[in-house]
């Protein structure tokens, strides 16, 4: 039996940030000892970025100190993780940070997902996308000097995180176009990886009348394989080739670095997890939610957010040596979303393993719920309120 | 089909099993890309769309569809393989 068992979680994020204030909240402080490592200070409510291109957020107000967000008794480090010593149960940090090294006991990894534009030759010189602080500031920049001409709006690359955020980028582009003023000298295309415009059938029933009654040309069994920045053309693998005027691509996405290829996880970073338990496969003392996981779920904060309470049960059960109990015994595949359909509407999925969404028609009750809940964000999800 | 399906040897198998979002297609597409040509890639879906929408895919994008299997009730092995 250990003394007090060591719990290092990894990322603060939405994830990280919830699974930490969670433990904390269950396991009394002699039970266990809880150190959270971020790469930054700071906590970032990403969801917010989608409204940023067009000048509907400032991106300073979509962060804050993320120590502010952790139950006291929680132990921050600062430092970016450069390797996982599996064998030694050690996390090693980058650099010359005070702390070069961190035994566990427990393991927690919400280290979320990156960008890699670079991955999709010429998406880097060639196109817009608002999946970071500094990515969604260069496109406002651009959106404010577009005067009309050719978008082309869609999905560049897979895995990428919050699934329906093209869609309703594209609605409020729209909207927005519409707003300047700016609508009836341009074309809108919006592209998709697959044979309709969003992967949920249910959601594409609704989304493609919207799209159609919006003039929005669609572009479907589009898999985004190059851009020629020189002759403005995004080429995908099916062999179309669209000119655009203005190229706003979602980037593929991977795991963290020092995850990609590792023990635990594949090429790309992704961590091989139950579906259920949310342990990473062959080590019961690890666990893994959130972006950061290989399971074939929506990467988005919903997802961490109610795969968080099944984690801190489990491994609260494991500390204490009992069998987990309740409703958070095991993850069911539970997520919901918004989606943002412009014009002050929005409507709301939520589904698991089991259940495809129901997809209510858009309005403005759950446009406003999602403001609220933008805002509400702070106060409810990183501390475990809801 | 099946008889061509159980002498295939999968380079790897995606449970993607109640995956409704980002949804089968969409998982085999992403593991179609860091695949190597000639790779044989099985998907496991509990979506009915998944029979029609996965060869449809294949066509347009020229890999070929090695076959479709019915592993147990709803749930289909579709199995593609990654052809350049």
């Given at each position: 039996m250990m003394d007090c068992p060591r719990i290092l979680v990894l990322g603060g994020g939405t994830g990280g940030t919830l699974i930490a204030n969670l433990l904390a909240k269950k396991l009394r402080p002699s039970e266990a000892n809880i150190t959270l490592i971020s790469a930054s200070p700071r906590h970032l409510y990403?969801?917010?970025?989608?409204?940023v291109p067009f000048g509907?957020?400032?991106?300073?107000?979509?962060s804050r100190s993320l120590k502010s967000l952790l139950n006291k008794r929680i132990k921050l480090e600062i430092g970016a993780v450069s390797k996982l010593d599996l064998e030694n149960h050690r996390v090693l940090l980058e650099?010359?940070?005070?702390?070069a090294s961190l035994e566990y006991d427990y393991l927690v990894i919400a280290t979320g997902s990156r960008v890699t534009p670079?991955?999709?030759?010429?998406l880097s010189e060639g196109g817009h996308h608002f999946y970071t602080e500094e990515a969604a500031w260069k496109l406002h920049a651009a959106l404010e000097e577009f005067q009309g001409g050719h978008i082309v709006v869609g999905v560049?690359?897979?895995?990428?995180?919050?699934?329906?955020a093209p869609l309703e980028f594209v609605f409020l582009l729209e909207e927005f176009l519409t707003r300047k003023g700016l609508r009836d000298q341009t074309k809108i295309t919006y592209t998709y990886?697959?044979?309709?415009?969003?992967?949920i059938e249910t959601v594409a029933e609704v989304a493609a009348p919207l799209l159609a009654e919006r003039g929005i040309e669609v572009e479907t069994f589009f898999n985004l394989e190059s851009v020629d920045p020189a002759r403005k053309l995004a080429i995908s693998m099916e062999g179309t080739e669209l000119e655009y005027d203005l190229l706003v691509m979602i980037p593929p996405h991977r795991g963290a670095k020092f995850l990609e290829?590792?023990?635990?996880?594949?090429a790309q970073g992704w961590v091989s997890t139950?579906?259920?338990?949310?342990?990473v496969k062959d080590h019961p003392n690890i666990y893994a939610l959130g972006d950061?996981?290989?399971?074939?779920?929506s990467k988005a904060g919903s997802t961490a957010h109610f795969e968080a309470p099944v984690v801190a049960e489990r491994l609260t059960a494991q500390i204490r040596g009992l069998q987990p109990e309740g409703k958070?015994?095991?993850?069911?595949?539970k997520v919901i979303c918004f989606l943002e359909s412009g014009y002050e509407k929005a409507s709301i999925l939520a589904f698991d393993y089991d259940n495809p969404p129901k997809v209510p028609t858009p309005s403005w009750l759950y446009h406003f719920e999602k403001m609220a809940f933008n805002k509400a964000y702070w106060y409810l999800v990183p501390t475990g309120v809801v | 089909m099946t008889s061509v399906l159980n002498q295939t040897q999968l380079t790897k198998e995606i449970d993607?099993?109640?995956?409704?979002?980002?949804g089968p297609l969409m998982e085999l597409i992403r593991n179609i890309k860091t695949a190597n040509i000639g790779d044989t890639i099985g998907v496991l879906s509990s979506d009915k769309g998944s029979i029609t929408d996965i060869p449809a895919w294949a066509a347009k994008a020229r890999h070929e569809l090695v076959g479709i299997q019915d592993v147990n009730g709803d749930i289909k092995r579709i199995v593609v393989r990654k052809t350049h």
């Open positions: 990403q969801p917010g970025w989608l409204y509907w957020q400032d991106p300073r107000s979509l650099g010359n940070t005070q702390t670079e991955d999709v030759p010429g560049g690359g897979l895995p990428h995180k919050c699934p329906v990886p697959i044979n309709r415009v969003f992967s290829g590792s023990a635990i996880a594949d139950d579906r259920e338990t949310l342990q950061t996981t290989d399971l074939p779920i958070h015994s095991s993850y069911n595949g | 993607a099993r109640g995956s409704f979002c980002p």
